[in-house]
């Protein structure tokens, strides 16, 4: 997975892939071509490396020449081609190869073509690295097709996004599965797992508790369960390397989700970068982390009804709750500045009943 200016590309043809369709056309070409002193036409700026690998491989005389053309803006075509880099050569009577990096609606061979009839060119073949049928809309033949693809936008192997990625010797593809992942937080007593219930259920989002987590891999003797039960015996913190791993092992469980709640992580900074280095691997990135916001003295009174009915000792002590709050403070006040910075920080309101709540928070995932 590579990531170029704000969009995730994941692999698509490998290397071998590519240069077993560079063999093949080049051995077509030379059939062809071989002795007829060619022209190889050249089409900028994508094509270079394909050209290059093509021009290399023939064994006969040959000539070479460049235009430059352009008719895609980001990742969609316009419609328009745009010659940047006019051809200056005569070329009447010569036999001409054009050299395409991916032909997809045919815009660009057909003004090439027409350009080159007037030209007065004795034959005129097209060799492209990628060909994409369903979107291609003319009638022109393609004559070397190293191989055909589905209409995904691609970068790497001469192709790029917005100037990046043409050095890249492997193909990679957009991604084009865009998770919603949310920091989910709440101060004790503020229904952030009852909020977190509805959410994953709403969008179709993986809840990764954190507590659950842990829970999971001590109680079946994981090698990280095992790992962190170690630490936590001798009264130890456990690793952020750790929490990461199981984390990281729970995103992989899911991978086709469409994105996840991540409850009670991160709760330091370092856990939060090391948490968007882990969702950059994947593909992906923290969405925005979003806080439930309820006054302490609400939350108190909310803790001590609970306490009434849980049999939880820390629901039934007012200091111990006020505690409770104070290290929640103390930790996201931290978080807040860093999401902040990043523009990914959502306070909501808190107050209210539980379809209220529910509500100003959808507000805010549906922006997302």
Known sequence: MI?????????????????EAIDRVAGQINAEFGDKNPIFLVILNGAFKFASDVISRFKGDCEVEFMKLSSYDGTETTGNVVVQLPLEVDLEDRHVVIIEDVVDSGNTIEMLLTSLVHSGV???????LFFKPKSYTKEYKIHYVGMEIENDFIVGYGLDYNGLGRNLNEVYKLKSNIMTNLVLFGPPGAGKGTQASILKE?????????????????????????LAKSYMDKGQLVPDEVTIKMLSAEVDKNADAKGFIFDG???????AEALDVLLEEKGTQVSAMVALEVDDEVLVQRLLERGKTSGRKDDANEQV?????KVYYNETSILKGYYQEQDKYHGVDGIGDIDQITARLRQVIDKL
Not at 3 to 19: N, Q
Not at 321 to 325: A, F, G, P, S, T
């Open 122 to 128: 004795a034959r005129c073949h097209i060799a492209s």
């Open 202 to 226: 709403e969008y179709n989002l993986v809840h990764i508790s954190t507590g659950d987590v842990f829970r999971y891999n001590i109680k079946n003797a994981t090698e990280l369960g095992t």
């Open 265 to 271: 992580f991160p709760r330091t900074t370092a856990q």
């Open 3 to 19: 990531k170029l200016h704000e969009l995730y590309f994941e692999k698509y043809i490998h290397a071998p892939v590519i240069e």
């Open 321 to 325: 709750i006020r505690d409770r709050i």
